[in-house]
C-alpha cells in the first residue's frame, strides 16, 4: 500500500539546496505537495521494482545507434 | 492552371484530395496558401494557433511549386500542400521558440531533418504553431504566446502539448501539421480537436533539430484531418537519420498501401480492469462504439492481460519530470523568472527525485514492454481511448472524470497515452465520437514496433465506416 510521503517545506528547502538550486523564498509551499504526490508514487513504483522477480530487468535507456564514422574523427 | 473553388471550399479539401488536385493541375498551390492564409486571417484571433505565420515566405514557395507543377516537375506527395510545424521544430534562419520566453530569439542554423524532408517532399511550411511551454505540459496554456483554444467550442481547450497544430489542423487552418510527443501530445490534441495524429516507434522519425522534453520519450508524427492525410505525411518524413543517434536504420514502407485492406482477421487486444475504467461516460460509449464497428468489418476483440500495467502513470511523471529538468538545469538558474509559472514548477521538482526513483522507472518501462511484446503474439493491435475525458475548459489545471472527484490535470491526462510513450511503440489517435456537448472523442490503436502500417489501416477501415475525420467546427 501507499505510504503518503508528507513533504515539508523544510525538506523542499533542503532538496534545493542539495541540487544547488537557488529556490525564490515562498516556493517551498508551492513545490512541497506535489512533490510528495510524485515521490510517493515513485517510492510505490521503487517497492515493486525491487521485488526478487524483477531483479534481472534491465533500464530502459535511449538507444543508440551512431554514425560510426562520426564517432572515430 | 485553372482553380474551381471558393477559398473557403479549397480550405476544406483533405490532404489527400488537395495533392490530387494539384497533380491534376485543377489547384494550384498558391490558391491553396492563399486559401489557408485567408481561414488564418479570419479565425486564428480567437484560436491563438499559430506563433508565427510566414505570409510572404509560403506565397513565394507557393508560386514556385506553381511553376514546377505547371512544368512537370512534382517535388513529391505533398507538392504544394500548405503545413504547420510546433514551434519546438527548427527552421533555417526562421525564429524558433518551443513556446518560450527563453527561446524567443532562437534563430537554428538547419532545418530540423523532418522539416526538411517535408519541404524535400514539396510541403509548404505556412507557420510555427503554438503549443505548450517547451512541450512540458498538456494543456497548451501558454503565458508568453496565449493560450491556444479549441475550435469546437472556444472555451474549452486543445490539450497539448501541440495544441496549436491541433487546433489548426481541425479549424483548416492548414492541411497537416507537425507535433510533437513524449507522454502524449501528439494524441491527446488529435483526439480533443477530432483529427489524426500518430506518436510514431521511437527511432522511426528523427528527432534532430527538434528542441527536446525528455530524450528517452520524444518523438516527432503528422497530425492531418484524415488517416490517409497522416500515412502521407507521415510516409514523407519517417526513416532513418544519420544525424540522431536515437534514429533506427528500419525500412521505410508505403503506408498508403494496405489503406484499403479492411480488417478482416485482425485480432484486437483491451486491457480488463484498465483501457474502460475510470472514463467519462462518452468516452467509454464511443470509444466501445468503434470497437463494436471494427468487429462487424471482421475484427476479432479479445481480453489481453497486462498485468505491469498499473505504476506507468507514476514512471511517466518520473522520466519525463527528470529528463527536463536536466535539459533545463542551467537556464533553471539563471533565468527561472522567464519560465512560466506551471514550467517552472515542474522543473523545479524535477530536481528532487532521487536517481533510484529513475532508475526503477526506467527499469519498469522494460518491463512494461515485455510484457506487450508478449501480448503481440496473440493479437495484431491494442485499442483504448486516447484520454479518459473531453474537453475542459481553458485554464483548468484539475478535471473531473467520474463521482465528482477532481483530479490533478497532469496525471489524469497521461492515463493511456504513456503506455505507448513509456513502450516505445506506435499509437495512431483516431475520432470516434462525441460527448453531449458536440466535443470530439478519440480512440487510440497502439501497434508492434515499426507496424504503423497496421494502425493506419484498423484508422483507414474505421474512417470508411464514419464521418467523424469529415466533421468541422463550425467557426
Known sequence: ?73 | MTTTGTNENLARLSLAEAARLIEEKQVSPVDLVEASLERIAAVDERLNSYITVYEDGARQVAKACETMIVAGHKLGPLHGIPVGLKDNIGLEGLRTTAGSKVLADWVPEEDATVAARLKGAGAIVIGKTNMHEFAWGGTSANPHYGFVRNPWNTDRFPAGSSGGSGAAVAARLCFGALGTDTGGSIRLPSAINGIVGIRPTIGRVSNHGVVPLAWSMDTVGPMARTVEDCAIMFGAIAGHDPKDAGSAAVPVADYTADLGRGVEGIRIGIVPGYFFDHLQPPVHDAVRGALGVLEKLGASVVDVEIGHIHGNISAQLTVESCEPSTYHQRWLRERPEDYGDDVRLLLEIGEMHLATHYIQAQRYRSLLRREFMEAFKDVDVFICPTLPFTATRVGEMSVMIENGVEEDMLAAIMQFTGVPSLTGLPSLAVPCGYDDEGLPVGMQIIGRPFDEATLFRVGAAFQGTSEYHVQAPAL
Open chain 1, 1 to 73: 500500500m501507499n505510504e503518503r510521503i508528507e513533504v515539508s517545506e523544510a525538506s523542499v528547502r533542503t532538496l534545493a539546496d542539495l541540487a544547488s538550486l537557488p529556490l525564490e523564498e515562498g516556493r517551498e509551499a508551492l513545490l512541497a505537495p506535489q512533490l510528495g504526490d510524485w515521490l510517493t508514487a515513485a517510492n510505490e513504483l521503487n517497492r515493486k521494482m525491487s521485488k526478487p522477480e524483477y531483479r534481472t530487468i534491465m533500464p530502459a535507456t535511449v538507444f543508440t545507434h551512431p554514425n560510426v564514422q562520426e564517432e572515430n574523427e
